[in-house]
């Protein structure tokens, strides 16, 4: 049944040019947010890349100019050439230079006409922004960018600190591209202050609340555990240095406790190698297994196994302070979060009541967390049950997409 979003109430038909470096086949939120527009009614028009993010590698059937131009379930797709991620920061920082200078070339010669507003779907690196900016000046139209990321900050994660000069010639230009959006959306609060301090004062109209969303993909699951007699931890997404998955390691040899327990680590990044390897530095790979990285058609299965997800983020800087998207899916499954966390996250497991959490990095609190939930695990049952109802008020897609389309139309 098609919900009724704000824009099949108000009756208004937008043709909408989107500028994501990613996009389907691979798995982002901007796939269902683009086919969501269009069973609304709107025109919806992607520009992107070639889909290398799985796997760094682009698919056979994406080689040699094949494809560029594609529908997708009722979204016209239209694809510039890049160069594979691959592995390394050499061939990364390729890959997004590439999709820059392909992304604005096309941006400066394709035709005018039928666009009403200009999306611009801002994941990592904010440099993908230049083409968005360059349609905005050709056609004169309003350009909304929603800020997943938080440029130059996320430099960090690759060790380039703030005096570097990588970092200051990055920072003047993510002030540049934020500064030309009509619009910023956000999501979650500490982007705003983040944004603010960056940009100046006067950005702080420009920006608005637009938290991220999560599909109601477990409502079949939800508050389904299976009694196995194991308690069971999950922790699902991206393995790098930003998620703090050594933390969850380092708590496992804490945990005093006699009765059976498993953590599930699914998913890949650039610090699996080094996770693993900690484990077995640590002598817990009886208590823990790395299932490495499952399209999300297949996650059903590790979310129906959980008795508790896992969620973490280094702390320290804003990034430690923002909400992982991950959270959201947690909430939609009904069972309980043991976090180790700052920030907006931190507000999100108090404020739900769904589980329990300590300060970012914290190992032995974790642990502690980690093994009263194991001792009881009944008892915090009740704590999922009070997330899938937090997640109900604040996080469907179709409260995001009533405020999102909002936006886009005001």
């Known amino acids: 049944m098609k919900l009724q979003y704000y824009a099949d109430r108000k009756g208004s038909i937008l043709n909408i040019l989107i500028v994501s470096q990613c996009f389907y086949p691979d798995n982002f939120r901007i796939n269902d947010i683009a086919q969501s527009l269009v069973s609304m009614g709107h025109q919806v028009r992607v520009l992107t890349g070639l889909p290398d993010y799985a796997t760094s590698k682009v698919p056979k059937e994406y080689r040699w100019f094949r494809r560029r131009r594609e529908s997708i379930n009722g979204v016209q797709v239209v694809r510039v050439p890049i160069i594979a991620r691959h592995k390394g920061v050499l061939f990364r920082a390729l890959n997004y230079a590439s999709f820059v200078v392909s992304s604005w070339l096309y941006a ?57 000069p990588l970092f200051r010639a990055v920072k003047r230009i993510s002030r540049k ?29 420009r920006i608005f609340d637009l938290p991220q969303h999560a599909e109601d993909l477990y409502a079949d699951i939800c508050g389904v555990y299976e009694e196995n007699e194991c308690v069971d931890f999950l922790f699902a997404g991206n393995i790098g240095a930003v998620q703090n998955v050594d933390c969850i390691i380092k708590a496992i040899p804490h945990i005093q406790t006699d009765k059976p327990f498993m953590v599930h680590i699914v998913g890949d990044g650039s610090e699996l190698s080094a996770c693993k390897e900690l484990s077995e530095s640590l002598h817990v790979t009886d208590h823990i297994t790395f299932h490495g990285r499952f399209p999300l058609a297949e996650m059903e299965r590790f979310y129906k196994l959980a008795d508790c997800f896992l969620l973490t983020l280094r702390g320290g800087d804003f990034i430690g302070m923002t909400l992982p998207a991950k959270a959201q899916g947690y909430l939609s499954a ?48 009740k704590k999922g049950e009070n997330g899938r109802v937090y997640y109900e008020q604040h996080y469907t897609k179709e409260i995001f997409m009533n405020t999102f389309i909002k936006l886009l139309e005001e």
């Not at 009403?116 to 056609?139: E, G, M, N």
């Open 108 to 164: 400066s010669f394709c035709k005018k006409k039928d666009i009403d507003v200009i999306f611009c779907y801002q994941t990592s690196p904010v440099l993908q922004a230049y083409a968005a900016r360059r349609l905005k000046h050709r056609t004169k139209k309003p350009l909304v960018l929603y800020c997943c990321d938080l440029w130059p900050e996320s430099l960090k994660a690759f060790h380039v600190g703030e005096s570097h």
């Open 177 to 205: 591209l934020y500064r030309a959006c009509d619009k910023i959306a956000v999501t979650s609060a500490p982007f705003r202050t983040y944004l603010t301090d960056l940009c100046g004062e006067d950005v702080n109209d």
């Open 334 to 381: 009904g069972k309980p979060i043991a976090g180790a966390i700052d920030g907006a996250a931190a507000q999100m497991i108090e404020e739900s009541d769904c589980g329990e959490c300590v300060r970012a990095g914290d190992a032995e609190g974790l642990g502690a967390v980690m093994q009263k939930i194991i001792e009881n695990p009944e008892q915090y049952r």
